[in-house]
């Protein structure tokens, strides 16, 4: 009775369909980093719904530098940057991994971080535990060669340390870089880090050496940790003091 052909019909839903398609593509370029926020936990469910590939879809860092990474990894980048809490970045990253996000960001080249290197390395540690939780690779080396355990004892992070060890990873592995032990980057990450950032390096270094870490190891320079201490550091003393090390009794055992 309105005068229109009947045909036409397929062609208006396969009109819908091509508009579809076409928001479903233009979504591969709408989760960016600022989005990663709990505040668009709902807009960023509906994105995930309607394209679930955007789960592990690589993330720009910003405008400026085009660098990509996994969803997760940006998600600690926020962290790190102060831009969302440690708990809401936990939040965000349970919301991809239920979406199909994978745990270790489909990495598979060494020196290239795994979102759980990210984690441990940008003081994520809501994102590291969960992570762990689900099974993601402990033994990874990413950045400098460095193992989650690596970084995680490097920035200082106790219980993410705490929660690695109970996974049982090799205390004594050796970065690619510096071939420096867990160990090792405790004790320089106490040394080295701007005290504003300092955490908790040295009760990593204690829960190493309570799990069996070996203090002997020298690095690629071939220094130990007592060559780097600084013997005015209070912390450091009372640590070596509290274990009873000693490097030239140590060199001959």
């Not at 990474?69 to 969302?84: E, K, Q, S, T």
């Not at 239920?98 to 990495?107: F, I, K, M, S, Y």
């Not at 109970?166 to 080295?192: E, Y």
Request: net charge neutral; glycine share 6%.
């Amino acid at each position: 009775g309105n005068g229109k052909p009947i045909f036409l019909y397929p062609s208006i839903l396969s009109d819908r369909k091509v508009l579809q398609q076409k928001r479903l593509h233009e979504t591969q370029d709408m989760i960016t980093r600022q989005m990663l926020e709990v505040k668009n936990l709902s807009i960023l469910d509906e994105l995930l719904r309607m394209d679930p590939s955007l789960a592990n879809a690589a993330i720009p860092y910003d405008d400026a530098n085009k660098q990509t990474a996994h969803p997760l990894h940006r998600i600690c980048d926020n962290v790190f940057m102060g831009a969302i809490s440690d708990q809401e970045a936990k939040q965000l990253a349970q919301l991809f991994i239920q979406h199909g996000a994978a745990l270790n960001g489909n990495v598979t080249k060494e020196k290239e971080d795994t979102p759980l290197v990210a984690a441990c390395s940008l003081r994520a540690d809501g994102v590291a535990s969960l992570l762990i939780d689900k099974g993601a690779k402990i033994h990874h080396k990413g950045c400098m060669g460095g193992t989650a355990l690596h970084w995680a004892c490097w920035t200082g992070r106790e219980e993410v340390v705490r929660l690695l060890l109970s996974k049982s990873p090799n205390l004594n592995q050796r970065c690619i870089d510096h071939q420096a032990t867990p160990l090792f980057w405790a004790i320089h990450g106490h040394i080295n880090i701007r005290r504003d950032h300092l955490a908790k390096q040295i009760p990593c270094a204690r829960l190493l050496l309570l799990a069996g870490a070996d203090p002997r190891i020298p690095n690629v320079n071939g220094l130990t940790i007592f060559d780097i201490m600084d013997p005015q550091d209070a912390a450091l003393s009372s640590f070596v003091d509290d274990f009873d090390l000693d490097a030239n009794s140590l060199k001959n055992a």
